[in-house]
């Protein structure tokens, strides 16, 4: 088996980024879900309650962000910015990130139609993940989320119109040899690094949002057939064992 894929997400809910290559470090790829869109009192946004948030466009440099709302409109934030410390919340977790500009906020209020704030993580986090007790960024609930595409072969032989992996917002995809062995796998090498394997990734609405248009399916597919098929999940949470770097082609290796 080979790593067939690398994404990033810059902003959480926001478009994923390909890369060819990417360091593997304990709280995550460098950029992946370093900002967040929450309200004004802290509480994470995501495309389940705004699902054009996956229509934008997020491109992060050395010195910070650029935004590019559905209609074109950019707006470029730095990280000298943010220097509020604020509590915010991701599901259960509260801890502390950084907040910028007023009129950062002010714009992206009116481009996604609702009172909201952007936040930065800052380095280092200041959450922890339960499980391993290791760093973790703005995403749901691992910092690592594999997916195969032997999977999505067979969800979509079970669907009238067939459904990109983008929707499944992996990390890592891998060729993969059978649907959903990833799910009996603990321990597995991509290239040099290794990977504890240690929840299935039980999915949302978001999976059903049409990535074009922005519109959920009137059928609330995928979702629907995965709930009927696989329990509602689809690939699997991981930390990383070890440091190290990933490229498009290493070799997939189960060890347990």
């Not at 067939?4 to 478009?15: D, G, Q």
């Amino acid at each position: 088996m080979q790593l067939t894929e690398i994404v990033y997400y810059p902003v959480k809910s926001m478009r994923g980024l390909n890369a060819e290559a990417a360091d593997i470090r304990h709280a995550g790829m460098p950029h992946d879900r370093e900002w967040l869109v929450a309200t004004p009192d802290g509480m994470f946004l995501t495309a389940r309650k705004l699902p054009h948030m996956l229509l934008w466009q997020a491109e992060p440099h050395s010195d910070g962000l650029t935004l590019t709302a559905p209609d074109g409109s950019r707006r470029r934030v730095y990280h000298h910015e943010f220097t509020q410390a604020a509590e915010v919340a991701v599901w259960k977790d509260r801890f502390e990130a950084r907040h910028g500009s007023s009129s950062t906020d002010e714009w992206l209020s009116q481009q996604l139609g609702v009172a909201c704030r952007l936040y930065y993580l800052g380095n280092p986090s200041r959450r922890v993940l339960s499980f391993a007790q290791t760093p973790l960024s703005f995403a749901d609930g691992a910092p690592y989320l594999l997916t195969s595409n032997a999977s999505l072969t067979l969800l979509n032989s079970q669907l009238e119109e067939a459904v990109e992996m983008r929707r499944f917002r992996p990390n890592l995809v891998i060729d993969g040899r059978e649907a959903y062995e990833e799910d009996r796998w603990r321990i597995i090498r991509i290239g040099a690094v290794e990977f504890e394997l240690f929840k299935p990734c039980v999915r949302c609405v978001m999976t059903t949002v049409d990535l074009h248009s922005g519109q959920k399916h009137p059928q609330q597919q995928p979702l629907a057939t995965l709930a009927l098929t696989h329990k509602a999940c689809f690939g699997i949470n991981m930390i990383a064992r070890n440091s190290g770097q990933v490229h498009l082609g290493d070799e997939v290796t189960v060890i347990r």
